[in-house]
T-cell receptor
């Protein structure tokens, strides 16, 4: 069974601080995705990383896929209150993306 | 553009009752799936479908049935609700590397 472990589970920081969220597994994935979820809504895709060692940037968010394609990180620079939400990593195995598995999530709260 | 529409948004059931969570999509995506989300456990796959007439079990299928008679609709049936099925349920489609989720259905079983 493929498992994805996210850390930390909860993070409360002040506006302007930097943070990193980690997603680790003992399994290899064909791709890793990061979703963001706000209360009362479904998760929305932020980014997909496919190649080992790949780094993608989305404004103040930087995503990295580990060389061995077993882990990923999300770094937020100068966090803002609008970044508050639940961040989920998700792994797509080789059986198809419709069987994507999810980590438990990191709940981020950014205080103004 | 509605995307993925789930109904109802909230439901309270008594143990042993049955009900159906509806899911409809207007994106013409072949792949559809149902997840449940519980605190500290992330999203877990219940059932999925790769096209009309084809369904298969995910990680936690017990207590749930699905059918896919059309591309648009993928209902999830609880035959005899149990308190362990209290959760938030999400329907999703999958296309070109991305899952598209509905807004969720919050179910409480007393």
């Amino acid at each position: 069974t493929q498992l994805l472990e996210q850390s930390p589970q909860f993070l409360s920081i002040q506006e302007g601080e930097n943070l990193t969220v980690y997603c680790n597994s003992s399994s290899v994935f064909s791709s890793l995705q990061w979703y963001r979820q706000e209360p009362g809504e479904g998760p929305v895709l932020l980014v997909t990383v496919v190649t080992g060692g790949e780094v993608k940037k989305l404004k103040r968010l930087t995503f990295q896929f580990g060389d061995a394609r077993k882990d990923s990180s999300l770094h937020i620079t100068a966090a803002q209150p609008g970044d508050t939400g639940l961040y989920l990593c998700a792994g797509e195995g080789f059986a198809g993306g419709f069987k994507t598995i999810f980590g438990a999530g990191t709940r981020l709260f950014v205080k103004a | 553009n509605a995307g993925v529409t789930q109904t109802p948004k909230f439901q309270v059931l008594k143990t042993g009752q049955s009900m159906t969570l509806q899911c409809a999509q207007d994106m013409n995506h072949e792949y559809m799936s149902w997840y449940r989300q519980d605190p500290g456990m992330g999203l877990r796959l219940i059932h999925y479908s790769v096209g009309a007439g084809i369904t298969d079990q995910g990680e936690v299928p017990n207590g749930y049935n699905v059918s896919r008679s059309t591309t648009e609709d993928f209902p999830l049936r609880l035959l005899s609700a149990a308190p362990s099925q209290t959760s938030v349920y999400f329907c999703a489609t999958f296309n070109t590397g991305e899952l598209f989720f509905g807004e969720g259905s919050r179910l409480t079983v007393l």
